[in-house]
Every structure is written in C-alpha cells, then in structure tokens.
C-alpha cells in the first residue's frame, strides 16, 4: 500500500501543534505557569475552532458557523456579541437570510485571503445594517458576488475567501453567554454544483490540511512582533494605564471598519484598583471588555468582566466611572479583574457620530476608593 496522503497530512498536524507548543506558548518575560497553561488552552480553542469551522470548509456547500463561544475563545471575543463565519469563493454568487433578532448591531465583513482556513490578510468590504433593507419583522435578505447592486450586496473580489459576520447586543446581561439567544442565519449557493466525490484520502487530506492551515495562521505563522516597533495599530497603547484615542482600523484583518477602537494595558497592584473616567459616545454600540495575554476574554459567564450602556451607573453630569479592582469594591460599574494583576482593556464603539472623549484611568489605592 503506498503511503496515504491523509496521513502525512495528520501527522503534519500533529507537528504544527508540538512546534505551536514549544515555540509559541513559551514562557516569556513575566509570564506566570497560569499564563502557561492559558496559552495551552488557547491552543486548543484555536484548535477547537479549525476542527468545527475549517475541517469541512467548502465555499460550494457554505454553512454559517459560530466562531467564538465561551469555550471557545480567542482573537478578541467579546461579552455581547455573536459571530458566523462561512466559506465563499470568487466567481460564485450566494444568498443569505437572516433576522436581526433583537442586535443594535449587524453586519457582514468579507476577510480576504482566507481561503482553506488561511488567516485574513485584510478585510475587502463591510455591509452593515445600515445598508441592508429590512422587513418590520427584522428580516433580511442579502446577495454576496455577482451583479452589483446599491444595497443588499457585497462584491466577493478576487481574493475573498470568508465572511465574518457581527451580531451586537447591548443588554444587562452577557448576549455571548445566553443559551437561549438564536440568531437565525442561512446561506444559498446559486447554481449549486454537483454533489462532491465521497471521503477518501486525498479529501481528507485536504481537510487536514486546512485544519493545519488555521492552526499555524494564528500561532507559529504569525510574524514575531518587533518590542521596538511601537504599538501594532494606531488604536493600541503598549504603555500600562495609558487609553489611547479611540480611532477606526482602517482594512485590519478581523477587524471592523465601521468601528472606533481603543486598547490599553491595565497594571495594578494587589491593593490597587483602576479607576477609568469617561463618557459613552452617540454610537449604535459601546463595551469595554477585559481579555488575558492571549486575547481571550476573561469569565464572563461567571463574572462581570465587562461593561456596556445597559449596564453602567452614569454619574449625575453624564458621564462613567468605571472600576477594575481584584475584589468588590461595593461601587457601581466594577469589573472584575479575576484577580490578574496585568490585562487587557478593549473599548468597541459601532457606528460613532462625531468624536470620542478619550476615557481616562488613574491608578487608586483600593482602600481609597469610596473616598
């Protein structure tokens, strides 16, 4: 028996995932076991993830599958939204359908270079809800590729190869959490083309293959980052405590061109609190999240790790006064740091009208809080 091209796509997996092990999640300057052991779990989230998503990836026969859960966290998730993903390939057209189902906030983002679950280059093109006509039931219906039209249209291009789609909820509690919350989401193929040929070996290697394929585009493949080059994006702070403004991304891959973003370090000690002072813009939607090294959010099922309009106290003027403390503080507006003293803190503001106040933090004594 000659040797099976499935196989060594196997084991080629196999060895992505042990040099993912020691050459990516390896201790690092300040790096504690338990940051160990979270990059190992992230790992596997990525795993997760290229085995549900990516596996059985087939632009031709598309389905919407759900890119983040809480157990399955990782490239910046977030406490209040939902996310799809799905193959599409140039040359074809697709129709899809769906409901807002109750989302501030909805759009459709085409990530190219994203083929056999390659990581994004870019994304090419955003549709928002703003741009999709919807029934008074919130019912919609959108065509992706083919011929041009004003709205209810994206072009695919050249190099579109998947689509991630947003699902925003600004409620009290945790929308991403809910195990009740359905967003209804479909996706057609016109002019399907003929049933594949059955699994054998050189098909299933090609689905390893794509698993392996999304494994190292988010680990090894990654370019390292340079610790003199400044920060990785004009929204992103590398200074501890330091909120940059608030600004668009521009085509940034898996990111959202209709959106102001800001990210920051948070660095407190065992009897500190960060005390973040600012205003919600006019905006469809505002959050703040916390997330670990990895960019995995922290326990908000269990914890309130974020906050959004629904569920911020606002001062008399308006404005918010936002606390991370490792315990609480018995104020409003307290996020739990879980007891971390070193995270990440991500602002998401959709759709902004005007300009943002950039939100301010200031390093208190805990003790000193209610003072």
Same mark, same amino acid.
């Given at each position: 028996?000659?040797?099976?091209?499935?196989?060594?796509?196997?084991?080629?997996?196999?060895?992505?995932?042990?040099?993912?092990?020691?050459?990516?999640?390896?201790?690092?300057?300040?790096?504690?076991?338990?940051?160990?052991?979270?990059?190992?779990?992230?790992?596997?989230?990525?795993?997760?993830?290229?085995?549900?998503?990516?596996?059985?990836?087939?632009?031709?026969?598309?389905?919407?599958? /759900?890119?983040?859960?809480?157990? =399955?966290?990782? +490239?910046? !998730?977030?406490?209040?939204?939902?996310?799809?993903?799905? *193959?599409? $390939?140039?040359?074809?057209?697709?129709?899809?359908?769906?409901?807002?189902?109750?989302?501030?906030?909805?759009?459709?983002?085409?990530?190219?270079?994203?083929?056999?679950?390659?990581?994004?280059?870019?994304?090419?093109?955003?549709?928002?809800?703003?741009?999709?006509?919807?029934?008074?039931?919130?019912?919609?219906?959108?065509?992706?590729?083919?011929?041009?039209?004003?709205?209810?249209?994206m072009d695919i291009g050249a190099n579109?190869?998947?689509?991630?789609?947003?699902?925003?909820?600004?409620?009290?509690?945790?929308?991403?959490?809910?195990?009740?919350?359905?967003?209804?989401?479909?996706?057609?193929?016109?002019?399907?083309?003929?049933?594949?040929?059955?699994?054998?070996?050189?098909?299933?290697?090609?689905?390893?293959? /794509?698993?392996?394929?999304?494994? =190292?585009?988010? +680990?090894? !493949?990654?370019?390292?980052r340079d610790p003199d080059a400044g *920060?990785? $994006?004009?929204?992103?702070?590398?200074?501890?405590?330091?909120i940059p403004k608030p600004v668009v991304?521009?085509?940034?891959?898996?990111?959202?061109?209709?959106?102001?973003?800001?990210?920051?370090?948070?660095?407190?000690?065992?009897?500190?609190?960060?005390?973040?002072?600012?205003?919600?813009?006019?905006?469809?939607?505002?959050?703040?999240?916390?997330?670990?090294?990895?960019?995995?959010?922290?326990?908000?099922?269990?914890?309130?790790?974020?906050?959004?309009?629904?569920?911020?106290?606002?001062?008399?003027?308006?404005?918010?006064?936002?606390?991370?403390?490792?315990?609480?503080?018995?104020?409003?507006?307290?996020?739990?740091?879980?007891?971390?003293?070193?995270?990440?803190?991500?602002?998401?503001?959709?759709?902004?009208?005007?300009?943002?106040?950039?939100?301010?933090?200031?390093?208190?004594?805990?003790?000193?809080?209610?003072?």
């Open positions: 028996m000659s040797e099976l091209r499935s196989r060594a796509a196997f084991d080629e997996l196999l060895a992505s995932l042990r040099e993912a092990a020691d050459d990516w999640v390896v201790p690092g300057p300040g790096m504690s076991d338990d940051d160990v052991a979270e990059g190992f779990r992230n790992l596997t989230h990525i795993l997760q993830s290229a085995l549900y998503s990516h596996q059985e990836f087939d632009p031709d026969r598309p389905v919407f599958h /759900r890119i983040v859960s809480p157990t =399955r966290s990782f +490239t910046g !998730d977030n406490s209040d939204a939902v996310y799809y993903e799905t *193959p599409v $390939a140039p040359g074809r057209t697709y129709i899809v359908r769906g409901n807002l189902a109750g989302a501030v906030y909805t759009s459709f983002t085409m990530e190219a270079g994203a083929a056999d679950g390659a990581y994004a280059t870019h994304n090419s093109g955003v549709l928002n809800d703003t741009q999709i006509d919807i029934d008074p039931d919130g019912n919609y219906e959108i065509r992706l590729g083919g011929e041009p039209a004003e709205r209810n249209w579109g190869g998947r689509i991630t789609t947003r699902h925003y909820f600004e409620w009290p509690h945790s929308a991403s959490a809910s195990q009740t919350l359905h967003v209804p989401l479909s996706i057609e193929v016109l002019d399907p083309p003929p049933p594949p040929p059955r699994w054998g070996d050189e098909r299933v290697a090609r689905a390893i293959q /794509r698993v392996t394929n999304h494994v =190292r585009g988010k +680990t090894v !493949d990654q370019p390292p *920060p990785p $994006a004009p929204f992103v702070s590398i200074t501890p405590n330091e991304p521009g085509d940034m891959a898996f990111a959202a061109v209709d959106a102001a973003y800001s990210m920051f370090p948070y660095l407190i000690g065992p009897d500190e609190a960060l005390v973040i002072t600012g205003r919600w813009p006019e905006c469809r939607f505002a959050n703040v999240c916390l997330w670990n090294r990895w960019s995995q959010m922290y326990d908000y099922v269990n914890r309130q790790v974020s906050r959004n309009r629904a569920n911020t106290t606002l001062e008399a003027d308006g404005s918010f006064r936002l606390v991370l403390a490792h315990e609480d503080p018995g104020l409003p507006n307290w996020i739990d740091t879980e007891g971390r003293p070193l995270g990440t803190v991500f602002f998401r503001f959709f759709l902004p009208e005007g300009d943002i106040e950039t939100p301010v933090a200031e390093v208190v004594k805990f003790a000193d809080l209610k003072a």
